[in-house]
């Protein structure tokens, strides 16, 4: 989506749009409070269109920004230049008029491109990853991005724009039934199992090791880790229900995304369990309401809904209701190390498969301030900007002994709506710098980058003996 300020063509995605609500010219123009003449013009290409107007389309026909521009779909975008900058491939200077065409075209045959990469990739590295997988930590990396079965699920999730409507409404059936909004949820939720003939017990760490959940089918019992906060105590019962409640629903979906992997499988199911977990905790109709009354204060979301800093912020990434839909955000979850354990999105935000993120997204910074929240506008090298909100959180497990990890959440949207939050309050938008940032340093092209820790794979390093700059990676242009 364009910067605030900036204007788009999108005469023939706006001609769709118009077409499939089958309105004429002079309608659509009423509806929004523009003039016929106007339409004509930006669907002829004649006029582009501002960030307002957008906006405005947004909200009377119920889209999402990221919808209607840019035309292409960014992740798509993102993996199609990676695959071209490959050297083996041997065009990384594509001219990018030629590029948005091919994927505002052929997205399909854009995409099948880049499988038919991933697949190469793979078939590539295996055997030296398989020789000595700690040989080159980055080319194992590279494998596991093209084969584990965590893209998979990841890519299903992606195309739903990371909501499952079918459980959403399951649980939030539950949720009322269950009266979670009147009473102690981790009663009434223990209370459901036992109608199940299960029994929850909180153990002793000693007792559980290294677990923090176990569920024996023989016995019907569930065992929880004395180490579990009351929020995740909650999510786990909740997951235990999902098993018990939504087979069904959970192996229909499963079925319908066609997985072949059987930790795949596995996984997605998992993941299911979980998406259920968190909508019977935070039901969609009274978490959308708390979210738009509170201008996005996850904290105080959090505390409304008795769950942590991360279910909250996870969850608002999920709202994507036909007719009721939130911001689309995209959601990350990043160790000290810069590794993304979690990346979720239900905009357009283009991820790497590999590399690592940005050293200049605050998400980093945030372990600098821990447990308090850092804002930032981000710019991505195709000129998409995105308001950034990034917070440390402390895992479950932590002892005297041992400490529990720290991770960074992020979470996201495009710039535009951040008037809708709250973390944008008392800030220019208009004026405000956005920090320039890229996927991560292998795709990388900025030169003049002081945070870079390696060169473009598609450009030649270029050292100089006689000279020393803030970037501490030169390479040839072009």
């Not at 026909?61 to 491939?89: M, W």
């Not at 008029?97 to 491109?113: H, K, M, N, T």
């Not at 200049?360 to 308001?387: C, K």
């Not at 720290?406 to 973390?423: F, H, N, S, T, W």
Request: proline share 5%.
């Amino acid at each position: 989506m364009a910067a605030r300020g900036e204007k788009l063509i999108i005469g023939q995605r706006l001609r769709v749009l118009r077409r499939s609500l089958g309105l004429t010219q002079a309608q659509m123009a009423a509806e929004i409070g523009v003039s016929p003449s106007y339409i004509t013009l930006i669907e002829s290409d004649q006029r582009p269109a501002s960030a307002r107007f957008l906006m405005r389309l947004a909200e009377v026909y119920d889209l999402n920004v990221s919808e209607l521009a840019p035309s292409t779909d960014a992740q798509l975008a993102t993996e199609f230049n990676a695959a071209l900058k490959d050297p083996t491939v041997d065009m990384p200077n594509l001219p990018r008029a030629e590029i948005e065409a091919i994927l505002q075209a052929s997205p399909r045959l854009a995409s099948a491109f880049v499988r038919l990469h991933d697949r190469y990739r793979e078939s590539l590295l295996r055997p030296l990853a398989d020789d000595n997988p700690m040989t080159d930590r980055d080319k194992v990396e590279v494998l596991a991005g093209a084969s584990l079965p965590v893209e998979e699920v990841r890519s299903w999730l992606n195309e739903r724009r990371n909501h499952i409507d079918s459980l959403d409404h399951a649980a939030e059936a539950l949720a009322d039934t269950l009266g979670l909004h009147r009473g102690e949820p981790h009663l009434a939720l223990t209370t459901r199992l036992a109608e199940h003939g299960v029994r929850t017990r909180i153990l002793p760490a000693e007792v559980m090791g290294e677990q923090l959940r176990r569920f024996d089918l023989h016995r019907k019992e569930l065992m929880l880790s004395e180490l579990l906060s009351q929020p995740s105590r909650r999510f786990q019962t909740g997951v235990l229900l999902a098993r018990l409640e939504q087979d069904a629903a959970m192996s229909a979906l499963v079925a319908e995304a066609g997985l072949t992997d059987p930790a795949a499988v596995t996984l997605m199911r998992v993941t299911l369990a979980n998406y259920f977990a968190a909508a019977l905790l935070m039901p969609y109709g009274r978490f959308l309401a708390a979210c738009e009354s509170t201008r996005y204060d996850i904290e105080l979301v959090s505390h409304r809904f008795g769950s942590s800093f991360e279910q909250t912020a996870h969850r608002m990434s999920t709202l994507q209701r036909d007719g009721a839909r939130g911001i689309p955000f995209f959601f990350v979850r990043v160790d000290r190390a810069g590794n993304m354990s979690k990346r979720f999105s239900a905009g357009r935000f283009p991820f790497s498969r590999f590399g690592g993120t940005c050293p200049l997204w605050n998400i980093h910074a945030a372990f600098e301030t821990p447990d308090r929240v850092q804002t930032q506008i981000i710019r991505m090298p195709e000129g998409a900007s995105y308001f950034s909100v990034a917070r440390t959180v402390t895992r479950a497990g932590g002892t005297y002994g041992q400490p529990a990890q720290k991770l960074a959440i992020g979470l996201g949207c495009d710039v535009a709506y951040a008037p809708r939050l709250i973390y944008a309050d008392g800030m220019d938008l208009k004026r405000l710098k956005p920090v320039d940032i890229g996927l991560n340093c292998y795709l990388c092209e900025r030169s003049d980058c002081a945070a870079r820790a390696h060169a473009p794979i598609n450009r030649r390093l270029r050292v100089n003996e006689r000279e020393r700059s803030l970037a501490l990676f030169q390479f040839e242009e072009g």
